[in-house]
């Protein structure tokens, strides 16, 4: 088996789809640092089912997806695929060649195919344990491998060994086979108790059983007897109802009579009231209309005043504006003509100032004309006096140099010694020189280190603040969702609060009762038994199923306030409601020797009015309405609790079933809502409390990301901070290369100037120094003769120099005085344009104030004129409504007679009809009361029918039927006491004890044998964990044999001799112990491998390695940069020892090392495209080249 081919897309940095093929032998990767080599090596491990991202160099799984460039965008996906040569059957699949693939998306969702066919991670890692290839075999090695055999853990070191010796599937296997003993055991532990829980029920279950047989015989006398008593009581209800009908008929037809007696008088009355009401109406119209025409009349006088005095104001108003304007008028002449007069003197001002620029520009002229020849007369002379300086320097260096020319010839030897010298002082500048650059190459590489340092904590600060940075999104994220949250339990909220309030879910008698009590129309109401009464949460279902309608019954602190709003509610038609009078309604307790025995029932929760609250005034009202309400757990629990009280009360479960009094059970699937008044009110608790805890929750929410941001602002502050010191250790590098650069120039400098002294000591002989002196006397002469001119040149120029400046101090003088003047003319012009703005703003004012003037006459002549006419019209309309007024009295007096008369005739009627309304209640009263006792009756006829349908299965045809003749009721009533005297005796029974005791002597024999069953497998576990130690220690010591003595002579080859050896930390326990490695190279002592050099160490690992594949040779091995720290020697030799394992091992090598390229059949290139951002492959196969 060997690896055909690798295809990688999307993986790191190979964007693009990327395919290596690989033939037998060895095939290098090589490319620059970054090129992405070393991804190769990652995908081969990742497809091989490595799961921990940090040994892909990476911090999550998303990281091995390309994330995009500058050039290139990010993918969604990254996969491998991995195609494997099967020939030799090695892998465990029928067929000569397998394609592994795997698969990341950027969502974190991953896919795994054999062959195109999807598969879990753990069917590729089953496919290849044992193979020598794999997530934890030595297919892939790199510079981490060789750390973890150099690490100071000796038992790291041991999972190279157990890989080699095949007992990684022994290691598997025991540790699939230690979780089945665990969960055995618990098993056992969880099964002991069940079994002692069931042997310690079996024995009260079998008695409990007894007693209910005897229960059930005690129960069918009881009820034969007791459908003789209940039969009697029907049939002689049945005859009292048939006599209370025909009365009630009778009563029916004499209130009949009556009614109709008094709907006549009623329709009389009411047209008679209709007839006061329509007069009442026609007075009360002429009452408004007296009152509309009294507040006209008012109204009107008050407009006619109004009139009058806004004649006098605006009348008044104009005789001002005339002489207002008049006065104006006079001021505008006035200021035009001061215009006038300031405009001619600002053309005079404006003619000065223009004069006076014209002669400040010429002086400035002459200024700068002067300055130019005093420039010019300055440089004359500064170049004439250079020119003598240079002159008589020129002189005085040839006289020096013909003196020293002159004793040149004696001076030759001392001057060579002199020169001899300064090459001896030149010589030790250059070495300080050259140690001040050795100095300087030292801190250029600590600056280089402490930059390196610095991009390393960089990454880390930068890796932090993303994580703080995702940590803070995820924060917001679940703020926001909280806000949702928050936003509906709120709104949710306030929809049942606002229905609570506006009382939508009340009967409509009930609602109108509530809103005139709490407005003051009613007094005595407390309120709704459903706003009464506090529910424990989880109870409000069963207490809502067991109020039934009086939940919405109100309650009065008297019977005197119930009767106030009954009338009221039918004065107003306003509905119908319950009232329960504090002062009448109590409550009748369950005897406490019964509700004792009821206690010791399982599942009996207690009274219904136990489990509720109230004001200490309202605890008549608990007792009324759940006294006698029984609260148990589920169905079962309450039809047990119902045939104990010979189904009495009323039992109520928590999930609002009911079982009546006589045995009517209502029950069945209620949805989840709030439409229950008590529901909507524990929802809304429920829903405050909730939102008091998420407001809580996003307080906390907020805090933490805060202190996020906080932190995340504490890591930017060290980022820039790091980024400045990053800077600072550049600057101070760069500063270090500078010096090198001068220190290296320095250094050419001084041997120059050595060399050019050495040339100089070979010059000095005695024919130069003589041909030297001529040459200097006639360049003296010539100096001398320059010098002369020279100083006639400067005399001139300084003549010329104190003209210009002269000139120059008389053209300033003059400037100064036109710049005065012109200074003195423009602060004149400068006050002539402002008084001229001030007087043409004045003209403005006074023309704007004419025209408003103007504006306000015309405006008072309209006013004047509307006025007038607003007095006559007001005098008229006065005259018109007094005539109204006097008509109005006159009918009112008319109308008022009329109601008189018409109010005595209704009052005789109403008498009348008053005795008769008494004579209709009293019939009704009757009526009613012989109404309740028939439906009294009929209602205790259809207990009796359904107590004898639920109690006895009989229908109201077979109750009819029963045979009483002959029958002692006496007796039967005597056998019913006696009964029930036993069934009283035998206590509490377990209807289902029976079917119980068999269901878990059944459980209990089941179990055992489950028991011993988990028993006999716990043996084999622990027979199966030993025999797989025994295998595992076996195969590991005879490995770690083999391996011993390849590392030995593997050792020796690498390092050219020396001496190694494995040794184990602990021998006696082979499942426990370490590795640690000995070595002695050549010349050296044997020492622990801690002690060696890093070259050495890295060899010796190596060394291991190679050993342990020649042990258990891999089909193929990915060698990722191992050979980087070896040296040209050992390099060759390591060589040797690939080139002859390549003979049975397929070896891909990623180096940077030219002697191990050599040695592939094959070489890919890996290169970085630096526009696009991701890596690209160039393959050479090196055995079709030819040299020439």
Avoid at 452 to 461: G, H, I, M, N
């Amino acid at each position: 088996m060997y690896l055909a081919r690798l295809s990688l897309q999307g993986f790191k940095s190979f964007a693009e789809r990327t395919t290596l093929e690989f033939e037998p032998g060895i095939t290098g990767i090589v490319g620059p640092n970054g090129s992405g080599k070393s991804n190769i090596a990652d995908a081969i491990r990742w497809i091989l089912g490595e799961q921990r991202i940090k040994n892909l160099r990476g911090s999550k799984l998303e990281d091995v997806v390309f994330a995009g460039s500058q050039g290139s965008k990010p993918v969604g996906m990254a996969e491998v695929t991995m195609t494997l040569d099967n020939s030799d059957g090695r892998l465990n699949l029928d067929y000569n060649e397998i394609v592994i693939s795997r698969r990341v998306y950027r969502s974190g969702e991953s896919e795994f195919f054999i062959n195109n066919n999807p598969c879990r991670l753990r069917d590729i890692q089953e496919l290849f344990m044992d193979t020598g290839v794999g997530r934890d075999a030595f297919c892939v090695l790199g510079q981490q491998d060789i750390d973890t055999i150099l690490s100071p853990n000796s038992e790291d070191r041991k999972r190279f060994i157990e890989e080699a010796a095949g007992v990684v599937k022994f290691r598997i296997r025991k540790q699939e086979a230690q979780r089945k003993l665990a969960e055995t055991e618990t098993n056992l532990v969880r099964l002991a108790d069940i079994l002692h829980e069931i042997k310690g029920q079996l024995g009260p279950l079998a008695r409990q059983a007894n007693k209910a047989q005897r229960y059930r015989e005690y129960q069918q006398a009881l009820q034969a007897n007791e459908v003789l008593l209940l039969a009697e009581r029907y049939l002689a209800g049945k005859q009292r109802i048939q006599q209370l009908s025909l009365q009630v008929d009778k009563l029916r037809a004499e209130q009949a009579g009556a009614l109709s007696r008094q709907s006549v008088g009623e329709a009389a009355l009411e047209e008679q009231k209709l007839a006061l009401t329509t007069l009442e109406q026609d007075l009360e119209a002429l009452r408004l209309q007296d009152l509309e025409l009294t507040r006209a009349l008012e109204q009107c006088q008050a407009q006619l005043h109004l009139a009058e005095e806004k004649q006098d104001r605006w009348q008044a108003e104009l005789i001002r504006s005339q002489k207002e304007l008049a006065a104006l008028t006079d001021s505008l002449v006035q200021a035009e003509a001061d215009i006038e007069q300031r405009r001619a003197k600002l053309a005079e001002a404006v003619e000065r100032a223009e004069q006076i620029a014209r002669e400040v520009a010429a002086a400035g002229d002459g200024v700068r004309a002067a300055q130019a020849r005093l420039s010019e007369a300055s440089a004359d002379a500064a170049n004439a006096e250079q020119a003598l300086f240079a002159a008589l320097d020129r002189v005085k260096e040839l006289e020096s140099r013909i003196r020293v020319v002159e004793t040149q010839g004696e001076q030759a030897a001392a001057e060579s010694a002199r020169l001899a010298e300064q090459i001896k002082a030149i010589d030790a500048e250059l070495a300080e020189y050259q140690q001040e650059y050795a100095a300087k190459q030292v801190a250029l590489r600590k600056a280089e280190d402490r930059l390196a340092a610095l991009e390393s904590r960089r990454q880390e600060l930068v890796e932090a603040k993303a994580d703080l940075e995702a940590q803070i999104k995820e924060q917001r994220h679940q703020a926001e969702r909280c806000k949702e949250q928050l936003g509906r339990a709120e709104s949710e909220l306030r929809a049942l609060r606002d229905l609570q309030e506006s009382g939508e879910d009340l009967f409509a008698g009930v609602k109108q009762v509530v809103q005139a009590a709490q407005s003051g129309r009613l007094a005595g109401i407390i309120g709704v038994v459903a706003d009464l009464l506090v529910v424990p949460r989880g109870y409000e279902v069963a207490i809502e199923t067991a109020l039934g309608s009086n939940i919405q019954c109100l309650v009065s602190i008297d019977d005197a306030a119930a009767e106030a709003a009954i009338s009221w509610l039918k004065q107003h038609r306003a509905g119908r409601a319950t009232f329960l009078p504090l002062n009448i309604i109590s409550g009748r307790p369950v005897p406490p020797a019964e509700l004792a025995k009821l206690k010791e029932t399982p599942g009996f929760l207690g009274l219904a009015s136990e489990m509720v609250s109230a004001a200490a005034n309202l605890a008549g009202l608990k007792d009324y309405l759940l006294g006698r309400c029984l609260l148990a757990e589920d169905l079962t629990t309450a039809r047990k609790i119902a045939g104990q009280t010979q189904y009495r009360y009323q039992v109520v479960t928590v999930e609002g079933d009911l079982i009546r009094p006589g045995g009517s059970m209502t029950g069945g699937f209620q949805r989840q809502n709030t439409s229950g008044l008590l529901q909507r009110r524990g929802r809304i608790s429920e829903l405050a409390e909730q939102v008091a805890g998420m407001k809580s929750k996003l307080a906390q929410v907020t805090q933490t990301v805060a202190e996020l941001a906080a932190a995340e602002e504490r890591l930017a502050a060290e980022l820039a901070g790091n980024d400045r010191q990053h800077t600072e250790c550049r600057l101070e590098q760069v500063a270090v290369e500078k010096e090198l650069a001068a220190l290296k120039q320095s250094i050419e400098a001084a041997q120059k100037r050595r060399e050019a002294l050495r040339e100089r000591i070979q010059s000095l002989t005695a024919t130069q120094v003589a041909q030297t002196k001529a040459q200097l006397q006639a360049e003296l002469v010539a100096a001398n003769r320059a010098r002369e001119q020279a100083q006639a040149a400067l005399g001139q120029a300084k003549v010329k120099l104190q003209e210009a400046q002269a000139e120059l101090d008389r053209q300033r003088a003059l400037a100064g005085q036109v710049e005065t003047a012109q200074a003195i003319e423009k602060e004149k012009l400068d006050r002539a344009e402002a008084e001229l703005k001030q007087a043409v703003a004045l003209q403005e004012t006074l023309r704007g104030r004419i025209n408003e003037c103007q504006l306000l006459i015309s405006q008072a002549e309209q006013e004047i004129a509307a006025a007038k006419a607003a007095i006559q019209r007001a005098g008229e309309a006065k005259e018109r409504l007094e005539k109204d007024k006097q008509s109005i009295v006159g009918l009112y007096r008319q109308k008022r007679t009329a109601r008189e008369a018409l109010q005595a005739g209704l009052a005789e009627n109403e008498n009348k009809l008053r005795l008769l309304r008494r004579e209709v209640a009293n019939l009704t009263t009757e009526l009613h009361e012989q109404e309740l006792e028939l439906t009294r009756l009929r209602s205790e006829q259809a207990a009796l029918l359904e107590r004898a349908q639920e109690n006895y299965a009989l229908t109201e045809q077979q109750v009819d039927q029963v045979d009483l003749t002959g029958v002692d009721l006496d007796e039967a009533r005597a056998k019913v006491a006696e009964y029930q005297s036993k069934l009283k005796m035998l206590g509490a029974i377990n209807p289902d004890a029976e079917a119980e005791y068999q269901a878990a002597k059944e459980r209990f024999d089941f179990l055992t044998g489950q028991y011993n069953d988990l028993v006999q497998a716990k043996q084999d576990l622990d027979n199966v964990i030993s025999e797989i130690e025994t295998t595992t220690e076996e195969q590991f010591a005879a490995t770690f044999a083999q391996i011993q003595k390849e590392f030995r002579e593997m050792f020796a080859r690498l390092f050219g001799g020396g001496e190694a050896f494995l040794t184990l930390t602990q021998p006696d326990n082979l499942t426990e112990t370490g590795i640690e490695i000995m070595a002695q190279p050549p010349g050296k002592k044997l020492q622990n491998l801690a002690l060696l050099s890093s070259g050495e160490r890295s060899l010796t690992a190596i060394s291991l390695l190679l050993a342990i594949l020649k042990v258990n040779p891999a089909p193929f091995t990915i060698l990722d940069e191992v050979d980087a720290a070896l040296d040209d020697a050992n390099l060759d030799r390591f060589g040797e020892v690939l080139r002859e394992f390549a003979q049975r091992t397929q070896f891909i090598v990623i180096t940077h090392r030219r002697a191990t390229m050599e040695l592939a059949n094959m070489l890919y290139g890996v290169t970085m495209q630096k526009d696009k951002g991701y890596s690209e492959v160039v393959s050479v196969k090196l055995s079709d080249l030819t040299v020439g």
